[in-house]
């Protein structure tokens, strides 16, 4: 039987040393510092500001590595309860609900990282991928009322939906307009409503269709 390749204690030392780095970020950004200081880094994680430049190459190497860690960490709450299951009201309730949760808890690194994204590739990747993933979960979780719909204008109907309930929209709302996440949530439903399930209108009396 093959032996298995011997550990490398130095790379593995290296690495517990930058998961520990690549924490102390996350920890520091989920407690509000966004970004977080090099001496906030080095004096939550243990190590030196010279160990710290020899676990990463640049601020930008440990930024996206704390940014994929934090949203590892939050992954569920990327996720839509009961995905496309049950009436348009208690979905669009649950989805309103998800996604109000998820932006006020990775506020502070959703905003450092749209910042970076400008001038780092892989931010601007990471955070694309998750823009296409919140498009699909709006199709699955309001195919009913999409399928309903010509596919250009489900198109449009998602990329609304998508648009209306991003994070730069709640940043703004919460930010700029001083709005709380409860009065946040009701306009959201308010208009989800309004997009998915227009109100019918009869013609008037006497009138006649083309």
């Known amino acids: 039987m093959e032996e298995p390749p011997p550990v490398d204690g130095r790379s593995a030392r290296r690495e517990r040393g930058r998961a520990a780095v690549i924490e102390a970020v996350?920890?520091?950004?989920?407690?509000?510092?966004?970004?977080?200081?090099?001496?906030?880094?080095?004096?939550?994680?243990?190590?030196s500001e010279a160990t710290l430049f020899r676990y990463f190459r640049?601020?930008?190497?440990?930024?996206?590595?704390?940014?994929?860690?934090?949203?590892?960490?939050?992954?569920?709450?990327?996720?839509?309860?009961?995905?496309?299951?049950?009436?348009?009201?208690e979905r669009i309730d649950r989805f309103t609900s998800a996604r109000a949760t998820l932006w006020d808890t990775i506020g502070p690194m959703a905003r450092l990282g749209r910042a970076r994204s400008f001038d780092h590739p892989g931010l601007a990747d990471l955070l694309l991928t998750a823009r296409h993933r919140?498009?699909?979960?709006?199709?699955?979780?309001?195919?009913?009322?999409?399928?309903?719909?010509?596919?250009?204008?489900?198109?449009?109907?998602?990329?609304?939906?998508?648009?209306?309930?991003?994070?730069?929209?709640?940043?703004?709302?919460?930010?700029?307009?001083?709005?709380?996440?409860a009065q946040i949530r009701r306009a959201w439903r308010t208009a989800l409503r309004a997009l998915l399930d227009p109100p019918t209108t009869d013609p008037p009396p006497g009138s006649t269709h083309p």
């Open 58 to 89: 640049t601020i930008d190497d440990l930024q996206f590595q704390a940014t994929a860690g934090f949203l590892a960490r939050h992954a569920p709450l990327f996720e839509i309860p009961d995905l496309g299951e049950g009436p348009l009201a």
């Open 26 to 47: 996350v920890d520091l950004l989920q407690e509000g510092h966004a970004p977080p200081t090099t001496a906030q880094v080095v004096q939550r994680a243990g190590i």
């Open 134 to 181: 919140q498009a699909e979960q709006v199709r699955r979780h309001f195919a009913p009322e999409l399928t309903a719909c010509a596919p250009q204008a489900a198109a449009a109907l998602v990329a609304v939906v998508v648009s209306l309930t991003a994070f730069e929209a709640w940043d703004g709302q919460r930010r700029d307009l001083d709005r709380t996440p």
